[in-house]
């Protein structure tokens, strides 16, 4: 059981970006996903949440209109993307599944190594 | 917003002894439905990922060792390690998913080895 998230990604402000987190060894479609933000030296913060199996997508305020969660379950891969980054974006992001298969419960107990963002000029 | 707030923000602990950590939600974190207090611990160690280790208050994850364990009630919750290991530094966090997809974490609390 785990989670596999795309390479670290140097972008300019401006640019567009979509990063990857990969299930395998779960059915996939049964799972909530989230994604969770960690700035350079700073805490975890949620972004927001998607459930493969009908692509009910939530998202924290603070998140809601600058990225968009998405998710392939045929290829049991969910995606966090932005039209125009920020230098303000640059982070570690961290997909991860939640422990119950079909139920709401957001606890999530597998985690994927993070992808790091690096926008700048 | 449901606030989290713990203390200390920085924990220096003894191998062999216990420590614990803090933690208080600005709104009750009990579920009256189910009865349920919807309150877990997260470690993040040096250089790696998040990782689960109390959920809904008391229940360990699968793996973690039985000298960790969560209590509390209402809006204060502890984490206690009963007897600090060399590899159980890094960054805790209490986190709240009382209100369903609107997760919140605290700041964090550094435990390092004395």
Not at chain 1, 51 to 65: H, Q
Not at chain 2, 3 to 27: D, F, H, K, N, Y
Not at chain 2, 69 to 78: E, P
Request: charged share 15%.
């Amino acid at each position: 059981v785990q989670l596999v998230q795309s390479g670290a990604e140097v972008k300019k402000p401006g640019e567009s970006l979509k990063i990857s987190c990969k299930g395998s060894g779960f059915f996939f479609p049964s799972y909530w996903i989230g994604w969770v933000r960690q700035k350079p030296g700073y805490g975890l913060e949620w972004m927001g949440i998607i459930y493969p199996g009908d692509s009910d997508t939530r998202y924290r305020p603070s998140f809601r209109g600058q990225v968009t969660i998405s998710v392939d379950p045929s290829i049991n891969t969910a995606y966090l993307h932005w039209s125009s980054l920020e230098a303000s974006d640059t982070a570690m992001y961290y997909c991860a599944r939640s422990i119950s298969s079909g139920l709401p419960t957001m606890s999530f107990d597998i985690w994927g190594q993070g992808t790091m963002v690096t926008v700048s000029s | 917003d449901i606030v989290m707030t713990q203390t200390p923000l920085s924990l220096p602990a003894i191998p062999g002894e216990p420590a614990s950590i803090s933690c208080r939600s600005s709104q009750s974190l009990l579920d009256s439905d189910d009865g349920k207090t919807y309150l877990d611990w997260y470690l993040q160690k040096p250089g790696q990922s998040p990782q689960l280790l109390i959920y809904t208050l008391s229940y360990r994850a699968s793996g973690v060792p039985d000298r960790f364990s969560g209590s509390g009630s209402g809006t204060d919750f502890t984490l206690q390690i009963s007897r600090v290991e060399a590899e159980d530094v890094g960054v805790y966090y209490c986190m709240q998913h009382i209100e369903f997809s609107q997760m919140t974490f605290g700041q964090g609390t550094r435990l390092e080895i004395k």
